[in-house]
């Protein structure tokens, strides 16, 4: 007997936020929290499938694959798992694990477009957590998590044209900015998302002007 949707969702979010309620690298239960909040915001808008995505954005980062030696396949297959486990229908199993599996930021050379509209808005609204006041907050302390230094003024961004390149990048945190963050805006799917990004955007401008006038004394 196949679970009603509205329960699989609540028991998903009561395990996803168990497992990662913990993690002290930026990709805790609270950055799942807010793209979930997101994503049901956009999915509306877009006229998405509401439990596709909501599934999906619940389960994007419960096996990362840089918290699991750069296995890409560790994610899908922990959701496939639990949805297994709880009875969901095939056909939104497929459609979680494929959005899982494509939605990863992979190298500033690498296009990752999303197949359906659910994927998009999924990969729009985790992307929005990258940016803005909230992804700035998220990549120090993803930095700090992965022991990195916080910037050297001497090593450069390194804009990585395929993934195995980019899983192997260990630069400092200002680099990512230049290599991933600031990348971002442009790389939006939906309308809705493209208009947030823009405010986000320029605030993490503004933050890396008063950044390095800070570094160097000037303010």
Known sequence: MRMDSKKLIEKTRIYVEK??????????????YRVWSLAKKMAQTESADLTIVQLSALLHDIADWKFNDGDESAGPKQAAKWLRK????????????????????????????????????????????????????????????????????????????????????????????YEKLLLLKDRMNTQSAKKLAEKRHLFMEDYLDHFFKEWNGDA
């Open 19 to 32: 497992e990662l309620a913990s993690d002290g690298s930026g990709h805790d239960w609270w950055h799942v």
């Open 86 to 177: 709880n009875k969901a229908d095939s056909k939104i199993i497929d459609a979680v694990c494929e959005i899982i599996a494509t939605l990863s930021y992979k190298g500033a050379g690498v296009a990752t477009p999303m197949r359906t509209i659910e994927g998009k808005v999924v990969q729009d609204a985790d992307r929005l957590d990258a940016i803005g006041a909230m992804g700035i907050a998220r990549t120090f302390a993803y930095g700090g998590n992965k022991n990195r230094l916080m910037y050297q003024p001497d090593k450069s961004p390194v804009m990585h044209q395929n993934f195995e390149d980019y899983k192997k990048n260990t630069g400092h945190t200002i680099n990512h900015f």
